[in-house]
T-cell receptor, first 114, second 110 residues
Framework: GAVVSQHPSRVICKSGTSVKIECRSL??????MFWYRQFPKQSLMLMAT?????????EQGVEKDKFLINHASLTLSTLTVTSAHPEDSSFYIC??????????FGPGTRLTVL | DAKTTQPPSMDCAEGRAANLPCNHS???????VYWYRQIHSQGPQYIIH???NNETNEMASLIITEDRKSSTLILPHATLRDTAVYYC???????????FGKGTRLHILP
């Protein structure tokens, strides 16, 4: 099967710092990667869609200057939360698509901003 | 916005079949029905999908009504490991974007 990894699985940072989360497709080339955010007891909310080599498409209400997405290769996308604040504490999940209509999800990264 | 309606929670006894309903009355002819589940603090896991015919795989069965306005996911012999939030999603095959609704929290009772 298709495997997607995320690193780190957990991160704790101080308010005002930036945090980078990596999403990798381990055994396939991902034409498109997606980033989701999930607050406790809520559903996943799509933040943005990224295609390799092009700018990410952000969903309405998601600040592109705060959540920087880079999709430099067909197997790696990164999400950087800039100047993180406690309200950014959440579970961040990526998924990757290899051109079919199938998406494979990563295990998630739990961000805690103190 | 999600195009599906699901009950917020359900209970099922271990070893019994779990039947999870989903309403998608505004589904279009080119939209598939997908089911994912999310075990606590993990990423979502694909279960099954279908267009209009019933589908079965090693995890579950998907029953879609003839008018396609609703569907039921069936876990034939539920185990404690099936405790999760189950999401029913409709989307166009070529549209990669997945919009999650609130899902159904399934509790498997020992």
């Amino acid at each position: 099967g298709a495997v997607v990894s995320q690193h780190p699985s957990r991160v704790i940072c101080k308010s005002g710092t930036s945090v980078k989360i990596e999403c990798r497709s381990l055994d396939f080339q991902a034409t498109t990667m997606f980033w989701y955010r999930q607050f406790p007891k809520q559903s996943l909310m799509l933040m943005a869609t990224s295609n390799e080599g092009s700018k990410a498409t952000y969903e309405q209400g998601v600040e592109k200057d705060k959540f920087l997405i880079n999709h430099a290769s067909l197997t790696l996308s990164t999400l950087t939360v800039t100047s993180a604040h406690p309200e950014d504490s959440s579970f961040y999940i990526c998924s990757a698509s290899k051109g079919s209509n199938e998406q494979f999800f990563g295990p998630g990264t739990r961000l805690t901003v103190l | 916005d999600a195009k599906t309606t699901q009950p917020p929670s359900m209970d099922c006894a271990e070893g019994r079949a779990a039947n999870l309903p989903c309403n998608h009355s505004t589904i279009s002819g080119n939209e598939y029905v997908y089911w994912y589940r999310q075990i606590h603090s993990q990423g979502p896991q694909y279960i099954i999908h279908g267009l209009k015919n019933n589908e079965t795989n090693e995890m579950a069965s998907l029953i879609i009504t003839e008018d396609r306005k609703s569907s039921t996911l069936i876990l034939p012999h539920a185990t404690l490991r099936d405790t999760a939030v189950y999401y029913c999603i409709v989307r166009v095959a070529r549209d990669d974007k997945i919009i999650f609704g609130k899902g159904t929290r399934l509790h498997i009772l020992p």
